[in-house]
Every structure is written in structure tokens, then in C-alpha cells.
T-cell receptor, first 111, second 114 residues
Framework: DAKTTQPNSMESNEEEPVHLPCNHS???????IHWYRQLPSQGPEYVIH???SNVNNRMASLAIAEDRKSSTLILHRATLRDAAVYYC????????????FGAGTILRVKS | EPEVTQTPSHQVTQMGQEVILRCVPI?????FYWYRQILGQKVEFLVS????????KSEIFDDQFSVERPDGSNFTLKIRSTKLEDSAMYFC????????????FGPGTRLTVL
């Protein structure tokens, strides 16, 4: 199964940027890096994904290291609604269709 | 915006009883999934389904579990004889394509086995 390493928890102040790191040193050349999050008492939801280049969407930005062994999810201005568990997941032909969730990073946002 | 729906939101059952959890995936999606999350633990993959067949299943998905797409809209998970350890949140998900496509999750069904 795909291996990613994330910090157990992080804390942020409201309206400040948050950088959530993920290490994936065994990533292969065709693996995509996906991020999902799970708000309290809800199902997981897709945040963003990328392959090699940095990516932006309305929810977040994804910065991918040049060697692709790590990536960082960036929330530009954290809100209370962003308090959730964030999962970094590798996806590719070697992993089938399933999402393999680790423990993720619990993000706490203080007002 | 289209969304995955699940019913019921909470199901309470006695050990040994059969339960059926229901999901309505997003209408143009072709791949369907069930995951579960025991309280305080990780989200775990159970099964994926495509073209009326199971395409992949985990070790958790033993003979007590089955899935079905009985009509063009519903996708169901049946547990034949529930055990205490089946108590969990069960999430249905769907996607247009496989492998790297985004999966959209429903709100979940909380199953409590007494």
C-alpha cells in the first residue's frame, strides 16, 4: 500500500496561512499525490491533487518538491470551517482504485 | 451540485441480524465504493464495484458482506449476520473513472450493533 507520513496534528490561527506537510519518499514516477479532508462527522472530501507541478484551486494550493518525495498542502487563510483531518494519499496504477487512508493530520483552527 | 446520498443516517441492529445500507451515487458515475470507519480509527476500504462486478475488495470484505446495484440508481451493502465489531460509520463513494479519479463520498451511515 502507498506510504505517506504526516504530522499527527497542527494548529493554526484563523485567517492565517497553514502549511500541511506530507512525506512520500517511495513515490513512483507515475503516482499522483491526492489530498482529501474529513470535517467532523462527515465523509471525506477531495481537496486537490497533482503530479509534478504545483497546483491551485479554490480550496487550496499544492506545492510538490522537485524530487517529488514530499509535498505541502497550503490553505491560504484558514477559517474555523477548515478544522478537519487532512489526508495525503498516493494514487496510481499500482494501488488499484481504492483510497488508502492513513491517520492524517488533525488541523485545529483557533479564533 | 450533485452529491452522493446514503440512507439511513443511523441504523441500530441486534447482533446476528442482517442489515442493508443504501447509497445513491452521482448519476453519471461508473465506479462505486464502500469504506468504513470504526470510531476513532482510520477510514478503511471495503470494496469497489464496476460494471456490475466487484473489481477489488479488502480482507475485511469477507463472506458476510455483499454489494449490489439492484437498479440504475442504488448501490447497496449487505451484512448478513452482524457482529459487534461491525459497528462503524459506513461511507459510500463514487467516481467517473478509476485509479486516479476523484472519489465523492456520501455523509455516511452510522451502524450500531448491540
Amino acid at each position: 500500500d502507498a506510504k505517506t507520513t504526516q504530522p499527527n496534528s497542527m494548529e493554526s490561527n484563523e485567517e492565517e496561512p497553514v502549511h500541511l506537510p506530507c512525506n512520500h519518499s517511495t513515490i513512483s514516477g507515475t503516482d499522483y499525490i491526492h489530498w482529501y479532508r474529513q470535517l467532523p462527522s462527515q465523509g471525506p472530501e477531495y481537496v486537490i491533487h497533482g503530479l509534478t507541478s504545483n497546483v491551485n484551486n479554490r480550496m487550496a494550493s499544492l506545492a510538490i518538491a522537485e524530487d517529488r518525495k514530499s509535498s505541502t498542502l497550503i490553505l491560504h487563510r484558514a477559517t474555523l470551517r477548515d478544522a478537519a483531518v487532512y489526508y495525503c494519499i498516493l494514487r496510481g496504477l499500482g494501488y488499484g482504485n481504492k483510497l488508502v487512508f492513513g491517520a492524517g493530520t488533525i488541523l485545529r483552527v483557533k479564533s | 451540485e450533485p452529491e452522493v446520498t446514503q440512507t439511513p443516517s443511523h441504523q441500530v441492529t441486534q447482533m446476528g441480524q442482517e442489515v442493508i445500507l443504501r447509497c445513491v451515487p452521482i448519476s453519471n458515475h461508473l465506479y462505486f465504493y464502500w469504506y468504513r470507519q470504526i470510531l476513532g480509527q482510520k477510514v478503511e476500504f471495503l470494496v469497489s464495484f464496476y460494471n456490475n462486478e466487484i473489481s477489488e475488495k479488502s480482507e475485511i470484505f469477507d463472506d458476510q458482506f455483499s454489494v449490489e446495484r439492484p437498479d440504475g440508481s442504488n448501490f447497496t451493502l449487505k451484512i448478513r449476520s452482524t457482529k459487534l465489531e461491525d459497528s462503524a460509520m459506513y461511507f459510500c463513494a463514487s467516481s467517473v473513472a478509476a485509479v486516479t479519479d476523484t472519489q465523492y463520498f456520501g455523509p455516511g451511515t452510522r451502524l450500531t450493533v448491540l
